[in-house]
């Protein structure tokens, strides 16, 4: 064949790949005649701690099962009993995503082989949250060795909703599945071929699901870093990472951030926020109010302080300061406390005056803010009193009251508990609660834009909810007796960033703000505020540190490269050490499409939001945060039709006979071959 093509480098060649590509096309078709593809699927996936495991797996070739919607909790005893046809992957919809429920399903002995969650467009009328009742509590300051009566949330439990789903263990995969077609789609099959009715098994074939969600790490973070660390070839397999980022920080006066450890005459106010949270699923962590009320209220605030500290000679220096990390054992808190101890931080302890941090300030009408302190380090403190005083002045004039708990009542979780642990730091935690929580959804995927009330009229344009002042962003609080223009600048920008983390940050404000480098990056949902992996900037992190620069900074006049050379003209040598240069996009003019790009000089630094465990090969500490994440083989879910077993082995049973039949005829053929081939060959001593 070849030959009479004209050789194998010319047209025999183009044969073949034109066969092979018609025979892809055919296979590629059938694969999707077969299979239905889910497009959205957020995985549950495994985290490590020094001393277990959390999350969920598949196996290593993905887990299969037959579709069942569980309608009711009384339904449960057909997958886990009397359902003829095991494994089965259970589709639930959000009013059944329980502790109850998922713990019958974990201990179902092999009859589960996955379970998709149907993720509501509607936050549900009850309260949910998958953390525990007590976040954090074995690596705050309330130990046994500084107060027992306070360890383990003894006097109160913050979180009494939760349910602790997040930190279980399950031996399949849970995904969650937007309530949209595709969805419908798995519906449908399901009625279509699985729905029981009167109790009747149904009739093959039957509708199936495979979701593929194989974790690499397993037992603890002591295991994998270890398996890390085996080398056996010159790229080897990582199999988990430590969780990590980066503090995003900022000074109302320059402060050298080339000189590490202690600055004589130095005293700074640390304005703190947690910029992280989290949720079951992987991809999910609007964290409206466990997140985004607290570090959006900083912001505003350094932005509203802008001017009077540029213009005021201050006696304190107040360093904004937003830790990464911190629903995972304070990672962000504790790594600064421990930079600054080891003269690793642009100041040091001694040089901290107080720490104010903003925690779960998600106001609603006619609302309180809680002033709350450390009843321990308090009680013989001027300066914690002072800080409050000054505090209740600030709040008169404010359409906001402000009140203290009583005063045995224990710190909150918040970061300013690593600090405490190092020293007796006066400080105070502002929060909208007394003592438990307010947040009904607490580091759920239901803590979101629609929980603070981030709403829009109707039939209004993206640009339009930009510019809409939400009336969340009037519970902002700002001072009545500013200049109304001031004013409404100032609910803007609050209605701007909200807009940004719990709508979408591709958006023209935030566009306009961003180096060119990271605008394409922007997203159009809410900002996940997982941590992630120390392995580079969150999307949060990258938000929060242009907006800090914009809200906080001055723009100079430099050109670009300059301004991307940390400097403001060739012959500057000394500034890079006091500020730091963004040339960031700017806003097209009107009538054209190309930007006019500026710069902007601030003192927005960003320091490693990475636990010290890692550093100091720590693996079983108990001082420091030891999360590690999984490393994952592609995600993967579809759906098919399978038939029956006894099917199943007829099918094998007849291919396997095609295949030694074919084995036998070759054999034949080819042993016979010199008998059934050489009637037409001539004989070699032929002449003519």
């Known amino acids: 064949l070849f030959t009479s093509l004209g050789g194998p480098g010319k047209f025999g060649t183009q044969f073949l790949q034109c066969f092979f590509f018609l025979a892809g096309v055919r296979c590629n078709s059938v694969e999707k005649k077969i299979y239905v593809h889910l497009n959205y699927k957020i995985p549950c996936v495994r985290l490590l701690n020094a001393t277990h495991q959390i999350g969920c ?44 429920i998922m713990m019958k399903l974990k201990n179902g002995s092999g009859r589960v082989a996955g379970v998709a969650v149907v ?69 449908q099959c399901y009625y279509d071929h699985n729905h029981v009715v009167n109790g009747s098994a149904p009739q093959y ?42 503090n995003v920080w900022a000074s109302t006066r320059p402060i050298n951030n080339t000189a590490k450890g202690h600055k004589n005459g130095e005293s700074v106010v640390i304005a703190a926020a947690r910029l992280d ?124 009251s402000v009140e203290e708990p009583g005063f045995s009542q224990p710190l909150p979780p918040s970061s300013f508990q690593r600090f405490l642990r190092a020293r007796p730091i006066p400080g105070v935690v502002i929060e909208d609660h007394k003592s438990a929580f307010t947040n009904r959804f607490y580091e759920s995927m239901y803590d979101n834009g629609e929980y603070l009330n981030i709403s829009y009229p109707p039939n209004m344009t993206p640009e339009e909810q930009l510019e809409h002042i939400t009336d969340t962003a009037r519970v902002s609080k700002v001072s009545k007796a500013g200049p109304p223009l001031s004013t409404f600048y100032f609910f803007l920008s609050v209605t701007q960033m909200l807009y940004s ?61 300059n301004c991307k050379n940390q400097r403001m003209d060739p012959d500057d040598k000394d500034s890079k050490h006091l500020y730091y240069y963004f040339w960031v996009q700017g806003a097209a003019p009107p009538n054209s499409t190309e930007r006019q790009g500026f710069c902007v000089r601030s003192t927005v630094r960003l320091s490693k939001a990475l636990s010290p465990a890692f550093d100091l090969h720590q693996y079983t500490s108990t001082d420091y945060s030891t999360w590690t994440e999984s490393r994952w083989k592609p995600i993967t879910g579809r759906i098919f039709l399978v038939a029956s077993h006894d099917l199943e ?19 034949f053929f080819s042993s016979k071959a010199e008998i059934l081939f050489s009637s037409g060959r001539e004989p070699a001593t032929a002449t003519y």
């Not at 973070?221 to 990582?238: E, G, H, K, V, Y």
């Not at 180096?515 to 900037?537: C, E, F, I, K, W």
Request: proline share 5%; charged share 15%.
């Open 57 to 100: 797996q598949s196996s290593l070739s993905g887990n299969v099962g037959v579709l069942h919607v569980l309608e009711s909790e009384e339904n449960l005893d057909w997958v886990l009993r009397s359902g003829p046809n095991p494994p089965y992957m259970v589709i639930l919809e959000y009013r059944l995503f329980t502790r109850s």
């Open 119 to 187: 993720a509501p467009n509607t936050n549900p009328a009850a309260g949910f949250s998958p953390h525990n009742t007590c976040p954090n509590e074995n690596t705050g300051v309330y130990t046994e060795k500084y107060d027992p009566t306070m360890a383990h949330c003894n006097v109160t439990v913050w979180n009494p909703l939760g349910n602790g789903l997040s930190y279980e263990e399950f031996d399949f995969p849970i995904f969650s599945l937007k309530d949209d077609n595709e969805t419908q789609v798995i519906r």
């Open 205 to 246: 074939p039957l509708c199936a699901m495979q979701l593929y969600s194989h974790m690499s790490a397993v037992t603890d973070t002591a295991t994998c870093m270890r398996r890390n660390d085996i080398n056996f070839s010159l790229n080897p397999d990582m199999v988990c990472d430590p969780l990590g980022d980066f």
């Open 277 to 400: 949270s989290r949720s079951f699923f992987f991809d999910i962590a609007p964290g409206a109010e466990s997140g985004v009320s607290g570090f959006v209220t900083l912001l505003a605030a350094a932005h509203a302080l802008r001017n009077v500290t540029q213009e005021a000679h201050l006696n304190r220096t107040i360093l904004y300061t937003f830790f990464q990390g911190e629903t995972f054992d304070y990672i962000g808190s504790s790594r600064m406390v421990y930079d600054m101890e080891k003269n690793q931080f642009a100041v040091d302890l001694d040089n901290v005056h107080s720490v104010l941090e903003i925690g779960q300030v998600g106001l609603r009408p006619n609302s309180t803010l809680w002033f709350h302190s450390d009843p321990v380090s308090r009680r013989n403190n001027s300066v914690n009193e002072e800080l409050i005083k000054k505090l209740r002045a600030a709040a008169t004039g404010l359409n906001v």
């Open 501 to 561: 983390f719990l709508v979408q940050s591709n958006n023209s404000w935030i566009q306009q703000l961003m180096t060119s480098d990271y605008a394409n990056h922007l997203t159009d949902r809410p900002a996940n505020l997982y941590v992630g992996v120390a392995v580079q900037q969150s999307e949060p992190t990258y938000l929060v540190q242009h907006l800090l620069a914009n809200l906080t900074g001055s723009t100079v006049n430099a050109t670009q490269d």
């Open 649 to 667: 082995m007829l099918t094998l049973g007849v291919g396997i006979g095609i295949l030694l039949t074919s084995l036998l005829l070759t054999y």
